[in-house]
């Protein structure tokens, strides 16, 4: 593992999806990981397009804007996964950097990968989107 690995994998452990992870999952995920660096504005996936990965931010704000809504998400949080989790999904919202982002893609067959062989990224997974799931909830029982 060279340098930069390692200060990836060191990271890595401050993010809520990967904080459980053992030392070789995190090594994993450090070896399939593509850092990605984008400025305000860039739209990084729009509505109705084919998901290819998933994308936790590092650094910097994104904006999901999904009918009509808008949802900020920070440092440590990820998107793209639903369109990944299930075959002939594709993504519901547009999102949009409102600052510049570094964050991490991890690839279609990556994440499939990393949800088989690493149980607790699954869990940790699952944890988040239960939350955002009971955050809906409120939300449609608000209206």
Excluded: Y
């Amino acid at each position: 593992m060279s340098w930069d690995d390692t200060k990836l994998v060191e990271s890595l452990r401050a993010i809520p999806l990967f904080e459980h992870l053992d030392d070789l999952a995190l090594a994993r995920v450090a070896e399939v990981a593509k850092p990605v660096e984008l400025t305000a504005g860039h739209v990084l996936m729009n509505a109705g397009q084919e998901g290819a990965g998933l994308l936790v931010i590092q650094e910097g704000n994104v904006s999901v804007e999904v009918g009509g809504h808008s949802i900020d998400f920070m440092p440590g949080e990820f998107f793209g996964e639903l369109a990944l989790l299930v075959d002939g999904l594709v993504h519901t919202g547009r999102v949009r950097a409102t600052t510049a982002v570094r964050c991490l893609a991890i690839g279609r067959d990556d994440f499939t990968g990393l949800l088989k062989d690493e149980p607790q990224f699954a869990i940790n997974m699952l944890r988040v989107l239960a939350r955002r799931l009971a955050d809906t909830d409120k939300l449609l029982a608000q209206k």
